[in-house]
T-cell receptor, first 119, second 113 residues
Framework: DTGVSQDPRHKITKRGQNVTFRCDPI?????LYWYRQTLGQGPEFLTY????????KSRLLSDRFSAERPKGSFSTLEIQRTEQGDSAMYLC?????????????????FGEGSRLTVL | GQNIDQPTEMTATEGAIVQINCTYQ??????LFWYQQHAGEAPTFLSY????GLEEKGRFSSFLSRSKGYSYLLLKELQMKDSASYLC??????????????FGAGTRLAVHP
């Protein structure tokens, strides 16, 4: 158990509907990352937050996607007007807190993911 | 940008040793990670290399050669539970966010009795 919780674990929706995923990281982590993983592929970076600020967005994140981290704790990822190509596992990840110069290797701890199926 | 290559699939026998290779290209290398991912589960951290050489952790070892852009993960005394995907990931100092990792597609390892 990495302490990173995601909800819902599974979501089945019809094309064109909106969906929202939530991530609750370990409270002391100031960075939070979202990744997407499709079958047979590795996780692909979507976006990350430093506290409440969204500092980088991938080109994969079209204008139908929006992510927030309003109080620098939990985060949400919303997909509007879902398409079948959005079907994937959406993973949230959080690193160990600490300055890079210390023993922190900076690995990411992943939540169990939210699996989206768009019919 | 970054490019990470690893074999798609490998098979091995229980009790044997298997080596999973990874080659990468990145403009500002700042560490290489190996993760294990069982089907339907989240990736879990296995190892980290930032300097050249071998890092050993029980049955798992990871090697890095920065000049060659090459790493391998060595799994010894294979067990059935080692059947999983193994993901190679690099961190790039020029790619925003100290903890941002770029993953390869993963190597699916099947361990047979």
């Amino acid at each position: 158990d990495t302490g990173v919780s995601q909800d819902p674990r599974h979501k089945i929706t019809k094309r064109g509907q909106n969906v929202t995923f939530r991530c609750d990281p370990i409270s002391e982590h100031n960075r939070l990352y979202w990744y997407r993983q499709t079958l047979g592929q590795g996780p692909e970076f979507l976006t990350y937050f430093q506290n409440e600020a969204q500092l980088e967005k991938s080109r994969l994140l079209s204008d139908r996607f929006s992510a927030e981290r309003p109080k620098g704790s939990f985060s949400t990822l919303e997909i509007q007007r879902t398409e079948q190509g959005d079907s994937a596992m959406y993973l949230c990840a959080s690193p160990l807190r600490g300055h890079p110069a210390r023993s922190n290797t900076g690995e990411l701890f992943f939540g169990e993911g939210s699996r989206l199926t768009v019919l | 940008g970054q490019n990470i290559d690893q074999p798609t699939e490998m098979t091995a026998t229980e009790g044997a040793i298997v080596q999973i290779n990874c080659t990468y290209q990145t403009s500002g290398f700042n560490g290489l990670f190996w993760y294990q991912q069982h089907a339907g589960e989240a990736p879990t951290f296995l190892s980290y290399n930032v300097l050249d050489g071998l890092e050993e952790k029980g049955r798992f070892s990871s090697f890095l050669s920065r000049s060659k852009g090459y790493s391998y993960l060595l799994l010894k005394e294979l067990q059935m539970k080692d059947s999983a995907s193994y993901l190679c990931a690099v961190r790039d100092r020029f790619s925003g966010g100290y903890n941002k990792l770029i993953f390869g597609a993963g190597t699916r390892l099947a361990v047979h009795p």
